[in-house]
């Protein structure tokens, strides 16, 4: 594919393309802020991608204990959905299962959207009777009593329908350790970026999908374009020198948080260089036709 | 630009009705008109220019000078902006407020915040009996707003409050927070006998301990919860030595058991029940 080379990087003249999604963000508090990050890191597991999880949810970033409402530490996640819906049901079920339980645990909003998700106003029903309902000033929450004490928890939660799902970069290189240093540069560059999330593990995914599958009712397939290991076999978007691919898919509160956090992937990529990191940048798109947003990687070069 | 000055020549004859004289009301009105404006409560009339000195400025920021405990209802039904008053006022200061701030510097008579939805009312002095209750027959007292009282209230602080925030820095009477439906009253000095009488729901706070305390409370413990240090982060503003109690450990008594009993009284005076 024709692009243009900066720092010895080749970049793609393409573009990702992205999704409309729900979003919400949340934010956890603890007595500490390792019991803060357990909890945050168990609500948002197994939520990589909605084709299988039904949600994509990670930790945006940590937050001191004077940026909390409760003066604890904490950590805002952020949780994307396809449809209100499955948003609604996703929050209830992960912070029912995973935040209430964990020990001296509390739950706020993250986020002041259009519109709102039942947060506590739906948890509320365990406290059997005994929940206690506060409302001090604009904030409304529950008290709801359990055998630490209480967990306590905003009513609702903001939720955005300008969430944008599936900005991606594909990095890649001539090694798998080269192609990994470039796609961990990145990812650590992209977590600094403020409203962004990177839902696979580590923020890295190494089995980038392609739509549907020669086999009926599987619904993604390996995305063979780009598996080195084909190269000579399908019809290839890998050049030569290609030994290893790994993708980095974003999900933002809103399109200006995707284009920067690409952004900031790009450049740490760029910084790395190519003996040391990836030689190439591309990314993922279904020609356009599908996703209302489209970034084209010459308009975020560093 | 500057607020709009009402003072109050001298002590009127008869008790007055202020409830014309709040922002929302006063808006877009010349000082002529506001002169015109009758504040009688008997067959005799009276207007603001008989009654007070007007100095004419932003309807939105009203100032009373002068004040005191005849002028009744005043700030009722305000629905924002500013009203200051300087000196003490009658009856019902507050009631029905579904906005904007009313700071009385001096002390309130009976039924301040009455019915008050939404908004601020701040009491430099004292309060009277039934801070923030329902006048006979109405099924609810305060059902929204914060309203802060730096001295003492009368009897029946919070009577059949429904939601909102009540704090008296100083000490409460007999039968605080007496039917409570929900909401939060916070009292720093010491209660009189039965709070919480036939409480429902909602928390009463008390800093200082309180007289006889009512059979249907039963001990639940001392705990420091995260929740009361949530409210605190959230009076912090209106009341420092109220968010300072909030936060200290403090003694749960559910109840009251006599009616549903999902109430709770905090102590804030150790382990004495």
């Given at each position: 594919?024709?692009?243009?080379?900066?720092?010895?990087?080749?970049?793609?003249?393409?573009?990702?393309?992205?999704?409309?999604?729900?979003?919400?963000?949340?934010?956890?508090?603890?007595?500490?802020?390792?019991?803060?990050?357990?909890?945050?890191?168990?609500?948002?597991?197994?939520?990589?991608?909605?084709?299988?999880?039904?949600?994509?949810?990670g930790i945006d970033r940590?937050?001191?204990?004077?940026?909390?409402?409760?003066?604890?530490?904490?950590?805002?996640?952020?949780?994307?959905?396809?449809?209100?819906?499955?948003?609604?049901?996703?929050?209830?079920?992960?912070?029912?299962?995973?935040?209430?339980?964990?020990?001296?645990?509390?739950?706020?909003?993250?986020?002041?959207?259009?519109?709102?998700?039942?947060?506590?106003?739906?948890?509320?029903?365990?406290?059997?009777?005994?929940?206690?309902?506060?409302r001090v000033g604009a904030?409304?929450?529950?008290?709801?009593?359990?055998?630490?004490?209480?967990?306590?928890?905003?009513?609702?939660?903001?939720?955005?329908?300008?969430?944008?799902?599936?900005?991606?970069?594909?990095?890649?290189?001539?090694?798998?350790?080269?192609?990994?240093?470039?796609?961990?540069?990145?990812?650590?560059?992209?977590?600094?970026?403020?409203?962004?999330?990177?839902?696979?593990?580590?923020?890295?995914?190494?089995?980038?999908?392609?739509?549907?599958?020669?086999?009926?009712?599987?619904?993604?397939?390996?995305?063979?374009?780009?598996?080195?290991?084909?190269?000579?076999?399908?019809?290839?978007?890998?050049?030569?020198?290609?030994?290893?691919?790994?993708?980095?898919?974003?999900?933002?509160?809103?399109?200006?948080?995707?284009?920067?956090?690409?952004?900031?992937?790009?450049?740490?990529?760029?910084?790395?260089?190519?003996?040391?990191?990836?030689?190439?940048?591309?990314?993922?798109?279904?020609?356009?036709?599908?996703?209302?947003?489209?970034?084209?990687?010459?308009?975020?070069?560093? | 630009?500057?607020?709009?000055?009402?003072?109050?020549?001298?002590?009127?004859?008869?008790?007055?009705?202020?409830?014309?004289?709040?922002?929302?009301?006063?808006?877009?009105?010349?000082?002529?008109?506001?002169?015109?404006?009758?504040?009688?409560?008997?067959?005799?009339?009276?207007?603001?220019?008989?009654?007070?000195?007007?100095?004419?400025?932003?309807?939105?920021?009203?100032?009373?000078?002068?004040?005191?405990?005849?002028?009744?209802?005043?700030?009722?039904?305000?629905?924002?902006?500013?009203?200051?008053?300087?000196?003490?006022?009658?009856?019902?200061?507050?009631?029905?407020?579904?906005?904007?701030?009313?700071?009385?510097?001096?002390?309130?008579?009976?039924?301040?915040?009455?019915?008050?939805?939404?908004?601020?009312?701040?009491?430099?002095?004292?309060?009277?009996?039934?801070?923030?209750?329902?006048?006979?027959?109405?099924?609810?007292?305060?059902?929204?707003?914060?309203?802060?009282?730096?001295?003492?209230?009368?009897?029946?602080?919070?009577?059949?409050?429904?939601?909102?925030?009540?704090?008296?820095?100083?000490?409460?009477?007999?039968?605080?927070?007496?039917?409570?439906?929900?909401?939060?009253?916070?009292?720093?000095?010491?209660?009189?006998?039965?709070?919480?009488?036939?409480?429902?729901?909602?928390?009463?706070?008390?800093?200082?301990?309180?007289?006889?305390?009512?059979?249907?409370?039963?001990?639940?413990?001392?705990?420091?919860?995260l929740a009361n240090r949530?409210?605190?982060?959230?009076?912090?503003?209106?009341?420092?030595?109220?968010?300072?109690?909030?936060?200290?450990?403090?003694?749960?008594?559910?109840?009251?058991?006599?009616?549903?009993?999902?109430?709770?009284?905090?102590?804030?005076?150790?382990?004495?029940?």
């Amino acid at each position: 594919m024709p692009g243009l080379t900066v720092k010895g990087v080749r970049i793609d003249d393409t573009f990702a393309e992205a999704f409309g999604m729900r979003a919400t963000a949340l934010v956890i508090t603890a007595d500490s802020a390792r019991w803060a990050r357990q909890a945050a890191v168990t609500m948002t597991g197994m939520a990589t991608s909605v084709i299988g999880c039904g949600c994509e949810a990670g930790i945006d970033r940590e937050l001191t204990s004077k940026q909390t409402p409760d003066g604890r530490p904490g950590v805002r996640v952020l949780l994307f959905a396809v449809s209100t819906a499955a948003l609604q049901q996703h929050v209830q079920t992960r912070v029912g299962q995973c935040v209430l339980t964990s020990p001296g645990s509390a739950c706020y909003s993250g986020l002041e959207g259009e519109e709102s998700l039942r947060l506590g106003d739906g948890l509320r029903y365990f406290g059997d009777g005994w929940q206690i309902s506060k409302r001090v000033g604009a904030k409304h929450f529950w008290r709801i009593p359990v055998m630490d004490g209480e967990f306590v928890c905003e009513a609702a939660a903001g939720l955005t329908k300008k969430a944008v799902g599936g900005g991606n970069l594909l990095i890649i290189g001539v090694t798998t350790q080269t192609t990994r240093a470039a796609a961990e540069a990145a990812a650590a560059a992209i977590a600094k970026v403020p409203d962004v999330i990177a839902p696979f593990p580590g923020g890295i995914v190494r089995s980038g999908s392609k739509v549907g599958s020669k086999y009926k009712g599987v619904s993604a397939s390996t995305n063979d374009a780009y598996c080195p290991t084909l190269r000579g076999a399908v019809k290839t978007a890998l050049d030569n020198d290609a030994g290893s691919v790994l993708e980095i898919v974003i999900d933002g509160l809103t399109s200006d948080a995707v284009a920067s956090a690409m952004r900031a992937g790009i450049a740490a990529i760029v910084k790395l260089g190519p003996k040391r990191g990836a030689t190439r940048i591309g990314a993922g798109n279904y020609g356009g036709k599908l996703g209302p947003h489209h970034y084209y990687l010459r308009t975020l070069l560093p | 630009m500057t607020r709009l000055t009402l003072t109050l020549r001298q002590r009127p004859g008869q008790r007055l009705d202020l409830s014309p004289l709040v922002p929302h009301l006063l808006a877009g009105k010349s000082a002529h008109e506001i002169e015109r404006i009758e504040l009688q409560t008997t067959r005799r009339r009276v207007a603001v220019g008989e009654l007070f000195r007007l100095r004419m400025g932003d309807a939105g920021q009203i100032c009373i000078e002068g004040s005191c405990e005849r002028l009744d209802y005043v700030g009722r039904e305000m629905t924002g902006g500013e009203l200051l008053v300087e000196g003490d006022v009658g009856i019902q200061a507050g009631r029905l407020m579904t906005g904007g701030r009313l700071t009385v510097r001096g002390n309130a008579g009976p039924w301040a915040a009455s019915g008050m939805k939404s908004g601020m009312l701040e009491i430099a002095g004292a309060a009277g009996d039934r801070l923030a209750g329902p006048l006979p027959g109405e099924i609810g007292g305060m059902r929204g707003g914060i309203v802060v009282v730096r001295g003492n209230a009368g009897e029946r602080a919070g009577d059949r409050m429904r939601r909102g925030t009540v704090i008296v820095e100083g000490e409460v009477g007999p039968y605080a927070g007496a039917r409570m439906i929900a909401g939060t009253l916070i009292a720093l000095g010491a209660a009189g006998p039965l709070p919480g009488f036939l409480l429902k729901r909602g928390t009463i706070v008390l800093g200082c301990g309180c007289g006889a305390l009512s059979p249907t409370f039963v001990d639940c413990g001392v705990h420091q919860l995260l929740a009361n240090r949530y409210v605190a982060a959230m009076i912090e503003h209106y009341s420092k030595s109220a968010a300072k109690l909030m936060r200290r450990p403090l003694r749960r008594l559910a109840g009251d058991m006599a009616v549903l009993g999902k109430g709770e009284i905090f102590l804030g005076n150790g382990t004495k029940v």
